[in-house]
Structures are given as structure tokens and as C-alpha cells.
């Protein structure tokens, strides 16, 4: 059988796969320059791969293909892409099973770079937003990293699994699981603040606001220096001076270990906790320390410069603007949310971000468009939601709640109709 994604390769119909890239990419009416520019690659290297004189034989660039092309990776693998099931995903008992087991069940040993693998494997399934997927595979990874040796990897697990039933519903049996990452961490620095990420998402989805932020600022103070009476600069400032600056005593994108604060993937996770946080104190109607954390975590990521997400963050200006947008629209200042959200949706960075993050910003920003009552901001976000992340509106308990609010409009607005039966609600 000839290779899938090589050069000369097939997919089940027999179609190579660079004859896939040109004919998506003549639909979306690109030429061979536009789509080398929107890769940041040559035209000499897209014209040898829809020759099928270059190999796609790497799934990460697939993937930047078909973002770009705004298809399902499968598509291009010639297979049929995966339909995310419509309404609450069966398996949640199974994933609930598995974390009331205390002992070590009786599953294959696994090697540590074999539980890794597992492992990086079901991240990138939850950022690609196939949740029907990684229910199923959840049960039988949390037994393997029951028996393993590698703290990294039960904290690793225990966030995928806390996040997935966060998004599902299941608050209270996310924040179980974010606990036992914080067990498994131990007196790993690195590891517990990584964890307290998925306990201040897991708080504040339950509602308990005030623990979240408590959690989390304490969480960040462990791993970054203690503001300063100056503020950070905002996003888009190049260079950071005064006070901040000073703390600083290197680079957090040099990627070495040892000495200073941290390396850059560790400041990522402390800027993240800081928009927990910030997130938490809107919640709790604090606003101003709110928009004070915002900053905070913006004067971090402003020091950020392509740094490795091994913690699978997402950190960077980018998501402190998302954030700005929530955080603006909690305390009512619809105009100032709707301009951040209008200017953040068009950056480069935006597009980068995984799906799933894209996805449940815009059900976050679906839900601040009903607050201030725009009915149609929040169906735009809705259906742009769906066209991201199919799974983050047709999965989560959320979506089906902001989409029935919608749809009680007469007349419902553009696209709400279709998601309303999409999802099994009735009007």
C-alpha cells in the first residue's frame, strides 16, 4: 500500500495529497503565493508539494495546511472527517471510574516515553476539539499513568482530563481531577502551579470565583516577580522599562535551565494563572484588580518570544487581549469589548491558536454578547464557534444553553435556527 501523505502518496480515493492542497486551495480562490505567504513558506516548496514533488509526511503541517485552507485535516488525508456527535458524549461514567480507582490497575506496562507519547497524543486531541475522540481514550490513559514513574506525566493527564469534563459539564468531577494533579505534582515548583491552571478553571466553572482567584495569584506569585507599584506595558509594546524591567534578571525566552526565575515555558504558565485570575476577580465584580492582573500578564507576555508551550498553555499577547475582551465585558463596558474583539479576531497570532481555544473563547464571548443583550453579536460568535470548533458547540452543555437564549428571538437571528436543531433544541 503507498504511503498516505508522501509525495508520490494516496489517499483511500487515489488522489494524491498535493492535488488535494490545489484544489482546496484554487477553491479558496489563493493563488500558490498567497498560500506560501499565509505559511509563511516559499512558493517553490507549495508548488513541489501539489506536485507531489515534496513529501507531506508530518501531521503538524498538514495541519497548518488545512487551517489555512479552513478545512478538517482529514480532508486532505482523504478520509471523512470526524462529525462530532450532537448533545452529552457517552463515556463520562467510564472517565469517572477510572479516577475513583485508587489502585494500580492491572493494564500492559508502559514505558515512560510510551506514556509520553500517550499522552501528547491526547493533548493534541483535545486542541484539535475532537472530544467523542478523547472520551474514549481517556479511561484506559488514566490507568496507564496510574502505574507510571513520571510525575510530568500524571499531572499531564490529570489536566487533559480535568479540562475535558470542565467543558462537559462535570465541574465538580474536573476539579477531582485537577486535585490529582496537584497530588501527582508533589514538590515539583514547576509542576504544582502547572496544575493549579486546571484548579482555578474547574473553580470558576463551578462558580466559586473568590477560591479561584486566591488559587491562582497565589499560584503565580510562586513563579513570577512580585509586581511592582508600575504598571507592565500592554500588548504590543516592544520594549518593557522602569521597575518591571528591573526584576527581570533574564530573558525569559533564553531557554536554559537554572538560575534567574524560570524558563520561558514557566513564565507562560505563570501569565496564564494571572488571566485565571483576572478572570476570577471579574467574576467577583472586582474589576479594577482585574484589569490590573491583565496587565500584569501582559508585561510577561510582552518578554515572550517563541518560546516551547511544552505545558500547553497557549500563552502570549494574543490570549491576554481575549482576555481583555471578557474582562471588559463583565463589567459592562460593551463597546470597549466589542472593539478589543474586532481588532484580536483579525491578528496573525489569533489564527494560531489551537481550536479548541478559538472555539471556547467564542462561546465565552457569545455568552458577554447576551449579557449586554446583543442577540446577534452573540449568534455571530456562536456560528463562527461551530465553524472553529464543531465539538465546543455541539458537545458542551453551554453551547446548547447560549443557543436556546438566542433562539427564543423572534425572528431568531442568521444561523442560530441551524445550530438550534443541530444540537436537538426545539423552539
Partial sequence: MRSRTGGGGVT??????????????????????????????????????????RALDRYPVIQELADVLRIDPEVLLGQQPQRPPVGAL????????????????????????????????????????????????????????????????????????????????ESDLGWLAADRAMTAAKDDRTLAVTATISVGQALRASGRDRLA????????????????????PRPGDHEVDGPWRDQIPRQPHD?????????????????????????AAAGCGE???????????????????????????????????????????????????VQRH?????????????????????LDAARAHLQVGDLRGAARALVDADSVAPAEVRCRPLARTLIADVARAQPAPAGVARLATLVGLTR
Fill in 12 to 53: 483511500n480515493d487515489d488522489l494524491p495529497i498535493g492535488r488535494r492542497v490545489a484544489r482546496w486551495r484554487v477553491r479558496r480562490s489563493m493563488t500558490q503565493q498567497q498560500l506560501a505567504d499565509r505559511l509563511r513558506r516559499s512558493k517553490s516548496w507549495v508548488d513541489k508539494v501539489e506536485r507531489g514533488v
Fill in 90 to 169: 457517552e463515556g463520562v461514567d467510564d472517565i469517572r471510574a477510572a479516577l475513583a480507582r485508587y489502585d494500580t490497575p492491572d493494564a500492559a506496562p508502559q514505558t515512560t516515553e510510551e506514556a509520553r507519547r500517550q499522552v501528547g497524543y491526547a493533548w493534541l486531541t483535545y486542541q484539535h476539539a475532537h472530544y467523542a475522540q478523547l472520551v474514549r481514550v481517556l479511561p484506559s490513559l488514566l490507568d496507564v499513568v496510574q502505574g507510571a514513574r513520571s510525575p510530568e506525566v500524571r499531572v499531564q493527564t490529570y489536566r487533559i482530563t480535568s479540562a475535558l469534563l470542565v467543558k462537559l459539564g
Fill in 213 to 232: 482567584l486566591t488559587a491562582t495569584l497565589t499560584a503565580a506569585n510562586r513563579i513570577l516577580p512580585s509586581p511592582t507599584a508600575a504598571s507592565p
Fill in 255 to 279: 531557554h536554559r535551565s537554572g538560575g534567574g526565575i524560570g524558563s520561558a515555558g514557566e513564565w507562560a504558565v505563570g501569565g496564564t494563572l494571572l488571566l485565571q485570575a483576572a478572570l
Fill in 287 to 337: 474589576h479594577l484588580r482585574a484589569d490590573e492582573l491583565a496587565d500584569r500578564a501582559a508585561g510577561v507576555a510582552a518578554h515572550l518570544r517563541g518560546y516551547d508551550d511544552q505545558h500547553r498553555t497557549s500563552f502570549g499577547p494574543v490570549a491576554v487581549e481575549l482576555a481583555r475582551v471578557l474582562v471588559a465585558a463583565q463589567r459592562g463596558d460593551a463597546d470597549e469589548a
Fill in 342 to 362: 474586532v481588532s484580536v479576531v483579525r491578528r496573525e497570532g489569533w489564527r494560531r491558536l489551537p481550536a479548541e481555544y478559538r472555539g471556547a473563547y467564542l
